[in-house]
C-alpha cells in the first residue's frame, strides 16, 4: 500500500501544475451578453495591462485589479467611455501568478452588472 503514496502525492501535484500552468484564464474575452472584458496584452503578462469593456452605453464602468493569492494591493479605476458601450482602463500585474478584475457597470435606469475575469499571468 505504501507503494502507491508517493506516486498518488506526485500525479495530484503534476494535475495540479498543469491546471495552474496550462489553464487559459477564465473570463478572458468572454462574459455575460451585457459585459465583457478583452485585455491587451492578450493573454496578460507581467507589466502595465489595457482594458477594453464592453456593456450597454452610457453606463458608469469601474473596475478593481486584485492578485488572488496574495495582497498586492487593490488598482481600483473608472474606465473612460469610447462610445457605443465601450469603455477603456488599464492596470498593472506586477508579478506571475492568479489575478482577478472585476468590472462594474452602473446602467442607466439602476441596473447594476458585475463580473469577475480571472487571468493567470504569465
Avoid: C
Amino acid at each position: 500500500m505504501d507503494d502507491f503514496i508517493l506516486p498518488a502525492v506526485v500525479l495530484v501535484i503534476g494535475i495540479a501544475v498543469a491546471v495552474f500552468f496550462l489553464n487559459p484564464a477564465k473570463g478572458q474575452g468572454k462574459g455575460n451578453s451585457n459585459l465583457s472584458l478583452v485585455t491587451n496584452p492578450n493573454p496578460p503578462a507581467v507589466g502595465p495591462v489595457d482594458f477594453t469593456i464592453t456593456t450597454k452605453d452610457n453606463a458608469t464602468v469601474s473596475y478593481s485589479v486584485n492578485m488572488t493569492n496574495m495582497n498586492m494591493g487593490e488598482q481600483k479605476g473608472t474606465a473612460v467611455s469610447e462610445g457605443n458601450g465601450i469603455y477603456r482602463g488599464s492596470g498593472r500585474f506586477s508579478m506571475r501568478g492568479p489575478w482577478r478584475i472585476v468590472v462594474t457597470a452602473q446602467i442607466p435606469g439602476g441596473e447594476t452588472l458585475s463580473q469577475n475575469f480571472d487571468y493567470n499571468v504569465r
